[in-house]
């Protein structure tokens, strides 16, 4: 098992542009989350999918950010446009319904310059 | 959701045991209560939990106090491989929170050889 995917590792862009964040979750798990962790707030919690849907996405800064869950192998995190205040690390994890924990991918680090 | 108070860090010696407190007096009936630790440039990765009882695997031991508002994880021969940050958290696998971690500022244990 290669654990939960995510791709870039690290992505540099300037202001502006449109960004990408890419996540391929463990077969079998039907829950996943994107996280964006700074150092000045922690980890935040930005949306929750259930079986592909979206069920929570409260913690979604504004609408230039968007998530999308086409099948239960791909989910992706769009930013547009980037700003620099958007920089930090952004992690995806998945997990089996009310199982035993969240298994996080490596992260993909993000500048806005 | 139910808050954790952890200290903001602490320090141990190799190989010696070390206690990492967690205070959740606010705790509910159904709210499980989540170790996870993120070592430096990775993502968060999942410890142990545990409801009621006392729990152990591999990795640690989680102790619950019989009122259930503070718990204690204790690794049992710190490593330097240890030395990251230590979250505690409470997971309502009811209604609408849907089971979603919500991560504090944990405590960063450093482990000296």
């Known amino acids: 098992d290669a654990g939960v995917i995510q791709s870039p590792r690290h992505e540099v862009t300037e202001m502006g542009q449109e960004v990408t964040l890419r996540c391929k979750p463990i077969?079998?798990?039907?829950?996943l989350f994107w996280y964006r962790q700074t150092m000045m707030r922690g980890l935040e919690l930005l949306i929750y999918?259930?079986?592909?849907?979206?069920?929570?996405d409260s913690g979604m800064p504004e609408d230039r950010f968007s998530a999308k869950m086409p099948n239960a192998s791909f989910s992706t995190l769009k930013i547009q446009p980037s700003e620099p205040r958007d920089s930090a690390v952004y992690f995806c994890a998945s997990s089996l319904e009310w199982a035993n924990g969240y298994t996080f991918g490596s992260g993909t680090r993000l500048t806005v310059v | 959701d139910a808050k954790t108070t952890q200290p903001n860090s602490m320090e141990s010696n190799e190989e010696e045991p070390v206690h990492l407190p967690c205070n959740h007096s606010?705790?509910?009936?159904?709210?499980?209560i989540h170790w996870y630790r993120q070592l430096p440039s990775q993502g968060p990765e999942y410890v142990i939990h545990g409801l009621t009882s006392n729990v152990n695997n591999r990795m640690a031991s989680l102790a619950i106090a019989e009122d259930r508002k503070s718990s204690t994880l204790i690794l049992h021969r710190a490593t330097l491989r240890d030395a990251a940050v230590y979250y505690c958290i409470l997971r309502d696998l009811r209604g609408t929170s849907y089971g979603k971690l919500t991560f504090g500022q944990g405590t960063i244990l450093t482990v000296h050889p």
């Open positions: 077969s079998g798990h039907n829950s």
């Open positions: 999918f259930n079986n592909n849907v979206p069920i929570d």
């Open positions: 606010t705790i509910s009936g159904t709210d499980y």
